[in-house]
């Protein structure tokens, strides 16, 4: 029996190194499996969470044209979820176990969203930082070895750009108007900027899963290589705004070819990552209390799926 396991590690890995995709009905290690269930139902939980910082601000978005654009994005994020959820679903888990894991506690969501959302401004750095961070990884993503979640992340990445794009418009606008306006702009990138840095993960060196995940493809990039991407590009765009990146020892490296930036506050990310964020209770009541007032939605669509398979066999007699 362990010579077939051992062979068909090999032949598992063999189709990972040729650059071949691991679908559902293929056989894979209990441990890829287990990493996938991990890594994507925590992207899913992410999207659903990170509709609620945002929604904040729906009912009080400047105009008629902002407010549309901010219920297309949640609504995005929404069906984000549930993509991200059916091909977690393919790994042999339920949704009902999933959202357990979740309302538990046991399942973690991305750090960034145990922020508050305290201006205007704040959507504008979100849909530009956060959204911006989420494509930079997401790209990365739709080269991801198992088949389901490399197709999602091929329809998610490009509504991510357009979140990305209004949230930057929002903030070119700030920057253009008065200087009230561009204070508040600037405090919001001053808030948003480190955690965003922190959604790409422990370091390199402190990574529980990176080395194992770029062996098997999950990763064709580490931790630190897409944070630096991400700032390579967004310091940039934060230069083109004239507003200040919160970093002192920001600096172009003409060696490195990239920017050195100072120390992120690893103990801030452990803490928010251990559910000890300004927002981590909140987020989680929130969605305990989405899923209890929603329970007679379920129970309806399911008495009327039941009522139309009885009818359908009885069709069939
Ligand atoms: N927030 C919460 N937990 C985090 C985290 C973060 N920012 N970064 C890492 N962690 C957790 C990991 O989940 C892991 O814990 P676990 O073993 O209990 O799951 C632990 O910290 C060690 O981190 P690793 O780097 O070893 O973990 P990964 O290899 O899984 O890498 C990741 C972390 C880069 C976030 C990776 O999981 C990933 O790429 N996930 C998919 C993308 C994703 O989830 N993005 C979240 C944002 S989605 C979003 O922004 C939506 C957009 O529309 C706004």
Redesign the pocket.
């Known amino acids: 029996m362990s010579l077939t396991i051992d062979r068909l590690e090999e032949e598992f890995q063999a189709k990972i190194d040729a650059g071949q995709n691991i679908e559902p009905k293929d056989w894979m290690p209990e441990k890829y499996r287990k990493t996938h269930i ?2 994507i139902s ?2 899913a939980h ?2 659903i969470v ?1 509709m609620l910082p945002e929604g904040n601000w729906i009912t009080r978005a400047p105009s008629l044209r902002r407010k549309v654009a901010l219920l297309a994005k949640v609504q995005d ?1 929404a069906g ?1 979820g549930l993509y991200l959820y059916s091909a977690t679903e393919t790994l042999g888990i339920s949704r009902d176990e999933l959202f357990e894991q979740l309302h538990s506690g046991k399942a ?5 969203f145990n922020y508050p959302t305290l201006s205007w401004a704040d959507i504008g750095a979100i849909g530009w930082l ?2 911006g961070a ?1 494509i930079i ?2 790209v990365m ?1 739709t080269r991801t070895s198992y088949g389901p979640y490399a197709r999602a992340m091929v329809r998610i990445c490009k509504e ?1 750009s357009f ?1 990305q794009r209004q949230g930057y418009e929002i903030m070119l606008t700030l920057c253009r108007g008065t200087q009230a306006q561009k204070d508040m702009a600037q405090d919001s990138l001053n808030r948003w900027w480190w955690p965003s840095l ?5 370091r390199d060196a402190e ?4 080395e194992q ?1 770029m062996k098997w493809k999950i ?1 064709r990039k580490t ?1 630190d290589e897409l944070r630096q991407q991400f700032i390579d590009i967004t310091v940039p765009q934060a230069e083109f705004l004239g507003l200040k990146v919160p970093d002192e020892d920001l600096k172009w490296n003409e060696e490195r070819g990239h920017y050195d930036f100072g120390e992120i506050n690893w103990d801030e990310f452990w803490q928010v ?1 251990k559910g000890n964020g300004p927002c981590n209770k909140e987020r989680l009541d929130a969605r305990r209390s989405a899923y209890e007032n929603g329970a007679w939605v379920r129970e309806a669509a399911m008495a009327y799926a039941e009522k139309q398979e009885q009818k359908r066999l009885a069709e069939v007699g």
């Open positions: 991990r890594q925590q992207h992410s999207e990170g994020e984000h973690k969501y991305s750090s960034i956060v959204d989420a990884n997401q993503l991510e979140h922190m959604m790409f993960g422990p990574s529980t899963h990176t995940s990763k931790n990552v």
